[in-house]
C-alpha cells in the first residue's frame, strides 16, 4: 500500500477531487493530440491515461506528478517507427505498445539495479538542445495536420520535403479552422487569465481556468464542423469499452532496430520525468527517490504496452496544473483516471467531431512553451564549449532524427568531459603572508621556498590526466633547480585510478633518482584508503601531511636541518 493512502487524509479529499476534474479536462485533448502526434488513433491517447496512471500513483514518490501521454515520448514513438509501419495501422499499434513495454521493462530493471544515477548521463546542455530540436520538429510534423495534407518523416528534412510537395493539395477549410484554433489558443494564453482576474476570479482560479482554455476551442472546433459540415478530418466515432489487455507481439527480427529508441524513450523519459518530480518536491519540501522513480514510471509503461496505450511519461503542464488545483495526493490522478475510463464507457460520441486540425493547433501551442533557450543563454555566458554540444544535439533532433540526437549530445558531451579534466588546472601554491592559507602565487602576492614546490592538482587523477600531470610536474621542476621537496595538494582529488597510481609511482621514482622526494597533503579518506592498501605509502619517499601548512613547516625545517650535498 501507498503510503499517501496509509496516511490518507479525508479533508484532503475535496482538494483532490476538484484537481482530478482539472487534470480529466487537461488529459483528454492531451491524450488525442499526442495519439495523433505518435501515430496513432485518437482512443491510444485515451488508453495511456488510465492504467499507466494509476500504477504510478501506487508506486511513485511525487505526490503531484501527472503520468501520461506527453510530447517527448510520442514524437520519440512516431520516429522510431517510420518506415517500419503505415501510422495508425494494425502493425504500427502493435509496434508503439511494444516499444512501451520494452521501455518500461528496461526502466524497471534499471530501477531493481538501483541505476537511477543513468540520469546523469544526460547534461542540462544535451538536455535543453534537445527539448528545443524536439518541440521544432514536433510543430513541423503537425504543419501536415493544419494543412490537411500528409506528410510524414522523422527528420525536418523528410517532413519539409513532403509537406512543400503535398502543398498545392492544402484543404483551405483544416488551413482556415487551424489558424483561427491557434489565434483563439495564443489570445487565451496571452489575456484569458489577466481578463479573469479582473472580473472577480482568484489569481489560482484565473490561472487553472486559463490552463483548461484549450478544451474549449477543442469544443469550439468541434462545434464548428458539426454546424457548417465542414470536409476536414475528424477524430470519429471512438470506440467504446476500457482498454484491451493483450501482450504486444515481439517480432525477433525488427527488435535490434527498435532497440536503440526504447533506450532513448527509457532514458530521456526518465531524465525528463524526474526533473519535474524534483522541481515540484522542492516546491513542497519533499523528496524523491530516482530508483522508486524508475521503477514506477517502468511499470506505468509496462503498463501502456499491455492496455493498447505507447510510451508515457510527465507533463509539467499537467502536473503544475493539478499541484496548483489543489492536489494533496495521487489520488488526484487515481480519479482522473477513474473519469476518462467512464468517458470510454459512456461519452465516446462526443468526439466524432472534433476535427484533427485543432488537436494539431493544441499540440503547436503546447510545445512552443518547450522551446526554453536559457540554458542556451548561460551556456554562452559560462563555458561555451557546452554552447556546442547544446547545438549539436538541437541541429541533429532537427536532421539525424530524435533516436541519433540522442547518442550525439551524449557522445559529445563525454568527450567534452574526458577533455575538459585531461587536462586539469594545476596551482603553484604560496603562503599568504602572516596566515596559514596557501594560494595560487599567481593570484595572490604569496610567499614561496625555493627548496620546496608545492602544487594543488584540481581534478581527480585517472588514465586521460595521469600523462599531463607528471609532464606539467617535470615541467615545473625543471624552472625550480633548487627544489628538494616536491609537495603535491591533493585536497581536490576524490580518486586516483590505477593508471593514475601507476603514473605516481613512476613519478616517485623518478624524482628518487633525482634527489627529490615526493610529499602528499590533504589526502582525502577514501583515496588515503586504496593508496594504503595499494602499498604505495610503503614506496613514497617522503612522507602524507594533514594539512599544506603542516607540510610546509615540517619540509622547511627538514631543508634548513640537512645541506644541499646531503641529499
Known amino acids: 500500500m501507498p503510503s499517501w493512502l496509509k496516511n490518507y487524509r479525508r479533508s484532503d479529499l475535496p482538494h483532490d477531487l476538484v484537481a482530478s476534474l482539472t487534470l480529466l479536462v487537461l488529459l483528454i485533448p492531451q491524450g488525442l493530440a499526442y495519439a495523433l502526434l505518435a501515430g496513432l488513433p485518437p482512443q491510444a491517447g485515451l488508453y495511456a491515461s488510465i492504467v499507466p496512471v494509476l500504477v504510478y500513483a501506487l508506486l511513485g514518490s511525487s505526490a503531484t506528478l501527472s503520468v501520461g501521454p506527453a510530447a517527448l515520448p510520442s514524437l520519440m514513438t512516431a520516429t522510431a517507427l517510420a518506415g517500419m509501419a503505415l501510422p495508425g495501422g494494425g502493425d504500427y499499434i502493435a509496434l ?20 537511477g544515477f543513468v540520469a546523469n548521463f544526460l547534461s542540462q546542455s544535451v538536455v535543453g538542445g534537445f527539448v528545443s530540436g524536439s518541440a521544432m520538429l514536433i510543430v513541423l510534423s503537425q504543419l501536415p495536420q493544419l494543412f490537411g495534407v500528409t506528410a510524414h518523416g522523422s527528420t525536418a528534412w523528410e517532413i519539409g520535403g513532403k509537406l512543400l510537395a503535398a502543398l498545392p493539395d492544402t484543404n483551405r477549410s483544416s488551413l482556415s479552422l487551424s489558424l483561427a484554433a491557434l489565434f483563439l489558443l495564443f489570445a487565451g494564453k496571452r489575456w484569458s487569465k489577466p481578463l479573469l482576474y479582473k472580473i472577480g476570479l482568484s489569481e489560482q482560479r484565473a490561472d487553472l481556468l486559463a490552463k483548461a482554455f484549450p478544451i474549449v476551442v477543442v469544443a469550439l472546433g468541434g462545434a464548428a464542423v458539426a454546424l457548417l459540415d465542414l470536409p476536414v478530418r475528424v477524430v470519429g466515432q471512438l470506440p467504446a469499452g476500457l482498454p484491451p489487455l493483450a501482450m504486444p507481439t515481439l ?126 543563454r548561460l551556456a554562452w555566458r559560462y563555458d561555451r564549449r557546452d554552447v556546442a554540444v547544446y547545438l549539436a544535439t538541437w541541429l541533429g533532433v532537427l536532421l539525424l532524427g530524435v533516436v541519433d540526437a540522442i547518442l550525439l549530445g551524449v557522445g559529445m558531451s563525454l568527450a567534452l568531459f574526458i577533455w575538459r579534466t585531461s587536462q586539469p588546472h594545476m596551482a603553484v601554491l604560496g603562503r599568504v603572508a602572516g596566515t596559514e592559507h596557501y594560494r595560487n602565487i599567481l593570484r595572490y602576492e604569496a610567499e614561496t621556498d625555493p627548496k620546496v614546490l608545492a602544487v594543488r592538482v584540481d581534478e581527480s587523477l585517472y588514465f586521460a590526466n595521469i600523462r599531463f600531470v607528471r609532464s606539467r610536474l617535470v615541467g615545473l621542476l625543471s624552472t625550480r633547480p633548487q627544489t628538494r621537496s616536491l609537495l603535491l595538494v591533493l585536497s581536490a582529488v576524490n580518486a586516483i585510478d590505477v593508471s593514475a597510481l601507476q603514473g605516481l609511482r613512476e613519478l616517485n621514482r623518478g624524482l628518487r633518482e633525482q634527489g627529490v622526494q615526493l610529499h602528499l597533503a590533504v589526502v582525502k579518506g577514501p583515496v588515503m584508503d586504496l593508496l594504503k592498501q595499494s602499498g604505495f605509502l610503503e614506496e613514497l619517499s617522503g612522507a602524507v601531511h594533514l594539512s599544506t601548512h603542516a607540510a610546509m613547516q615540517a619540509l622547511k625545517t627538514i631543508a634548513m636541518e640537512v645541506p644541499d650535498y646531503a641529499i
Open 96 to 115: 508503439a505498445a511494444l516499444v512501451a513495454l520494452l521501455s518500461g521493462l528496461l526502466r524497471l530493471l534499471l530501477g531493481l539495479l538501483r541505476f
Open 251 to 376: 517480432s525477433l527480427a525488427g527488435l535490434p532496430a527498435l532497440l536503440p529508441a526504447v533506450l532513448a524513450i527509457a532514458l530521456v523519459g526518465f531524465v525528463d520525468s524526474f526533473s519535474i518530480a524534483q522541481s515540484l518536491a522542492l516546491k513542497r519540501r519533499e523528496s524523491v527517490d530516482p530508483d522508486r522513480e524508475l521503477l514506477a514510471l517502468g511499470l506505468a509503461n509496462t503498463a501502456a504496452g499491455l492496455t493498447g496505450g505507447f510510451p508515457v511519461s510527465a507533463s509539467f503542464g499537467r502536473s503544475a496544473a493539478n499541484e496548483l488545483a489543489g492536489a494533496r495526493s495521487q489520488l488526484a490522478g487515481v480519479l482522473a483516471a477513474a473519469w476518462i475510463a467512464l468517458v470510454l464507457v459512456a461519452c465516446t460520441g462526443l468526439f466524432a467531431s472534433l476535427p484533427l486540425a485543432v488537436l494539431s493547433a493544441t499540440i503547436v501551442m503546447a510545445v512552443s512553451q518547450m522551446m526554453d533557450l536559457s540554458i542556451l
